[in-house]
């Protein structure tokens, strides 16, 4: 167990929590002609920020159905364009400790039932209005909203009431949790004016830089905001996302220097890529996982004995060997792993096992109608591998998969959480508390195999009210083990962040928490 995090859950319990101050120190050459002649500074190494230049991104998970409204954000390219423009609350940092951002201190009465976090001041809106206690009380309240369709209403699910007294926002929890200020750095938790209530989507908020360009699926523009509060972020002038959907179309692009960072470098080529002369890759380990997600109130996946075969039936360390070639490691059919404050390791490690998938499978009843799998490599680089090995795997037990290719365009909003059985991707959260909440609470907008579980959902909430980390770690194995044998997650491998950037880079630092620092590599970098 993390020392730093019983520390943490130590001041909770003594209610002595206080503010920690944040210093944060070729398709594809004819397709990017345009921004061709955006290019860096000259080279010249400094040990402290430089101010200037247009840093371009491309990006692998934009389609044309995304908008700018935090609310609905599922796809990599727009929560990164969340984190340009806008700021949550609170921010984890690398070192997995929350960090107070638009409120300036946070601290909690009544055991942890009651937060308050007083607002920063002299915090400006793009549109020129100044950050009140008001606008992050009507944020959290429109993102407590069902119609919001919000990806952070299974966290707003443990919240009674909230008010403001003068500049501070007040939060009532229906029972006590340790976790609630890891729970605001949520991505979807941007504060707008007026909560976003007027326009959602207008890309309006207090980050470093302003929305000028919004395409989406294609193009993202941002330039620097003149009003930005915190003089150790926004180095650059501009900044630019570009969507590339395709890996080898992006790699070309970080080559050429049309771009000077892109995420999800596929396993099998960043050790290639990596020894161009001008590019270096970063790799960093956390909770990001690759899965297969079935809903299990969805034939034939309500069949607990089917959903077990196939869990049986998939090779993870071949996936982690051929998919992810040695970048991650193999999975237990939960979202948790070591990279997790409060991680039960006694949990046993399900294993490949042929003989149990076949039993399982006959036990199943199953009338042999081909099990569809729809995938695409939006879901995750190399999806399409990883499904084909799971079928060849599967016909080895008797069951008879079928892979159904998906266009990336749309994926995230036509076929994940609506079609039965997706590949898919989650890219983790800091604690433990949000991870359940988001995806697995029973009332959770973004539960994705529609795991409802009267047992788990008391389990979560009374972990949130013991302050006792061991008596947590207990608590959270038992959820675990619900996911795990009755739910319908299947998920292989835990995979590595692989970010490329151009040599020029400076101010990167791995962040567990997300790939490309987290979301902040525009905010935090510069060029030297």
Known sequence: MSDKFLKYARKMTEGTLSRRSVLARASAIAMFAAVAGLAAPDAGFASEPRKGGNFVMGLKGG?????????????????????????????????????????????????????????????????????????????????SDDNTKSGALGIMRGIESME???????????TPNADLPYLMSDYHLIIQPNGGQDNPGAGIGTGPYKVVADEPGQRYKFEKF??????????????????????TARANALQSGIVQAVNLVSPKTAKLLGRSPDVKIETTSGKGHYI??????????????????????????????????????????????????????????????????KDYYKKSGHDGSPIVLHVSDAAFAGALDAAQLFQQSAKAAGIPLELKPEPADGYWSEVW???????????????Q????????????????????N??????????????????????????????RDEGGLINPMFNQYIDGMAT???????NPEGDMMNGLMAVKTWFE
């Open 417 to 431: 959480n609506k079609k039965p059985f997706v590949a898919s991707y989650w890219g983790g959260r800091p604690v």
């Open 454 to 483: 009267a047992e788990f959902d008391a389990l979560l909430l009374e972990a949130r009210a013991e302050l006792d980390p061991e008596k947590r770690v207990e608590i959270y194995g038992k959820m675990a083990r619900l996911v």
């Open 292 to 357: 297969f997600v079935m809903h299990v109130d969805t034939p034939p996946f309500d069949n607990k004995d089917l959903r077990m075969a196939l869990k049986h039936a998939v090779n993870r360390q071949e996936l982690v060997d051929k998919v992810l070639v040695g970048f991650g490691k193999v999975g237990n059919d939960t979202p948790i792993n070591d990279a997790y404050p409060l991680f039960d390791n006694t949990i046993p490690q399900r294993q490949f096992d042929l003989e149990k998938a």
């Open 164 to 174: 403001v007294e003068g500049d501070t926002l007040v939060v009532h929890l229906t």
């Open 504 to 510: 020029n880079i400076g101010g990167w630092a791995t």
């Open 63 to 143: 389609e044309s159905t995304n908008s700018l409204d935090p609310a609905l954000s599922t796809s990599h390219v727009t929560a990164k364009a969340l984190r340009i423009f806008g700021e949550s609350l609170t921010e984890v940092g690398a070192d997995g400790e929350v960090e107070a951002r638009l409120a300036e201190s946070f601290a909690p009465r009544d055991g942890g039932k009651t937060w308050e976090f007083k607002i920063r001041k002299g915090v400006k809106f793009h549109n020129g209005q100044e950050l009140t206690a008001e606008d992050v009380l009507k944020t959290l309240q429109r993102h």
């Open 226 to 247: 003149d009003g930005y509060w915190d003089e150790t972020r926004g180095h650059y002038d501009s900044v630019e996302i570009i969507v590339i959907n395709d890996d």
């Open 433 to 452: 508390d949000q991870m359940w909440s988001v995806g697995y609470l029973s009332t959770a907008d973004w539960n994705d195999t529609h795991f409802k």
